[in-house]
């Protein structure tokens, strides 16, 4: 199981930014997707999640900015950034959890590569 992340770039401060994350290879289901993201020196930190029913949630900075969605038929995440700002620079990772797979019991945790957004003030 893989994850392609795509969408990052430069955009200027209160611009916008779609980011897309689909899961490839053979799988069941996914229990959560989420995006993360990290800045150099820092860790990395949750920035909004979904479960398979839907669930949301988001890190309080981003809250009415950002707005994750999945669609389940095509194992995919999107987060949809609106009003960006130089402080939402980062790599932005997604992630799955809780990854079933036909053949196999145990659930996998799957990381994708980053991709690089950076917002110009």
């Known amino acids: 199981v893989q994850l392609q992340a795509s969408g990052g770039g430069l955009v200027q401060a209160g611009g916008s930014l779609r980011l897309s994350c689909a899961a490839s290879?053979?799988?069941?289901?996914?229990?959560?997707m989420s995006w993360y993201r990290q800045v150099p020196g820092k860790e990395r930190e949750m920035v909004a999640d979904?479960?398979?029913?839907?669930?949301?949630t988001y890190q309080d900075s981003v809250k009415g900015r950002f707005t994750i969605s999945r669609d389940n038929t095509k194992n995919t995440v999107f987060l949809q950034m609106n009003n960006l700002k130089p402080e939402d620079t980062a790599v932005y990772y997604c992630?799955?959890?809780?990854?079933?797979?036909?053949?196999?019991?145990?659930?996998?945790?799957?990381w994708g590569e980053g991709t690089l957004v950076t917002v110009s003030s």
């Open positions: 290879g053979t799988i069941l289901s996914i229990e959560s």
């Open positions: 992630a799955a959890r809780g990854v079933r797979r036909p053949w196999f019991q145990r659930q996998i945790d799957v």
């Open positions: 979904i479960t398979s029913d839907g669930s949301t």
